[in-house]
């Protein structure tokens, strides 16, 4: 789903970098009432366990692979606003440093995996929750359906884009259903991921999951022969694992997928460059611009001739970047809003 230069036309392209300018303005905001002490380390670490996912390409159909996007799993667990972001510092970084989706095309790219993936799913997940049981494994059904839906609704968006932008002429007819087609299977593969991930962090620590607050239920006691709320204090703590504990786990398993098991991702081209190919549409693809400047262009380091470390190390030093410029992104935007919110920054009076 990375576009590469070349593909959208240069208007098409400024205006999705506007759209992409003013959504992460937005989320900066919105992510500060999101994040708290709990979720501001959390969020860097999503950013980094989503790029680390994105280097595993399963196969979807013959001779097509796919790989998560990840804009409903940011959602759910950090909220939507912090999601936005989280998919935004990865495809920068993608962009930047790995030559991977084009620089001009970045607008894009973040409109279509960013924003679109994280207003649909997670609007798709609160309506959910909001009809099913109030137990964790809603959430976690949830999420699966809110996956599933979130990448087709990004290969729509790609068809609307080409088909005001594109620059082959091709009938908008063929690329809609083979993209459409295609990502639904990537979808299945998205849902899995997503489901299992969140299923994971809300079986130790549910307080941590955004998408799963307010679903607990408070705790009662019979007071004078009436249930009442306990209060706060009183309540079970529902972590039964450190936070800590939960971001080493979290790092580590980000590096061993893209350090070890990205070598044995499938080597298939991807949904869009598989229909790219098929149909025509990449006939204007453009080289990136940092292909040749770059020395982890194609998730490898150059100079390094062992396949199997080159790209190991290139998905090590990804992670770490990521980790480090999200979480510093995100620790960021959590002291701004203690800042705001200090007595010192109230009006008199208040």
Avoid at 71 to 98: D, E, H, K, N, Y
Avoid at 249 to 268: E, K, M, P, Q, R
Wanted: hydrophobic content about 55%; some cysteine; proline content about 4%.
């Amino acid at each position: 789903m990375h576009v590469p230069d070349g593909f959208i036309n240069a208007p098409v392209s400024a205006v999705t970098g506007v759209v992409a300018a003013g959504a992460i303005a937005v989320s900066l905001r919105g992510a500060r009432r999101e994040l708290d002490e709990r979720t501001a380390p959390l969020a860097g670490l999503v950013a980094a366990f989503i790029f680390a996912v994105q280097m595993l390409n399963f196969p979807v159909a013959a001779g097509t692979s796919g790989h998560l996007l990840g804009g409903a799993l940011a959602a759910i667990l950090v909220g939507p606003f912090t999601g936005v972001l989280c998919v935004s510092v990865v495809l920068l970084m993608q962009g930047i440093l790995f030559a991977d989706g084009g620089l001009t095309a970045l607008g894009v790219n973040i409109t279509d995996m960013a924003i679109v993936t994280t207003v649909v799913s997670y609007a798709l997940f609160r309506g959910l929750v909001k009809v099913l049981p109030r137990k964790r494994r809603s959430v976690t059904v949830a999420a699966f359906v809110a996956a599933l839906l979130s990448v087709p609704a990004a290969a729509l968006a790609f068809t609307f884009l080409y088909a005001i932008g594109g620059t082959t002429d091709v009938a908008i007819s063929k690329v809609a259903t083979a993209m459409i087609g295609v990502h639904v299977l990537i979808g299945i593969g998205e849902a899995a991921i997503t489901a299992l991930t969140v299923g994971a962090v809300i079986a130790v620590r549910p307080d941590l999951v955004y998408g799963a607050r307010g679903l607990q239920q408070r705790l009662k006691l019979r007071v004078n022969g009436e249930l009442v709320d306990a209060p706060t204090a009183a309540a079970p703590v529902a972590a039964r694992s450190s936070h800590r504990t939960v971001w080493i786990t979290g790092l580590v398993t980000s590096l061993v997928l893209a350090g070890f098991v990205s070598f044995y991702a499938s080597a298939d081209p991807d949904g869009l460059e598989k229909v790219a190919k098929d149909k025509g549409i990449d006939a204007k693809a453009e080289k990136h611009a940092t292909e040749d400047s770059s020395p982890l262009a194609g998730y490898g380091v150059k100079d390094i001739s062992d396949a199997r470390v080159s790209g190991g190390l290139a998905g090590v030093i990804g992670v770490g970047v990521t980790v480090v410029a999200g979480t510093g992104v995100f620790w960021a935007l959590r002291r701004r809003r203690t800042a705001d919110a200090s007595p010192a920054s109230l009006p008199e009076g208040v």
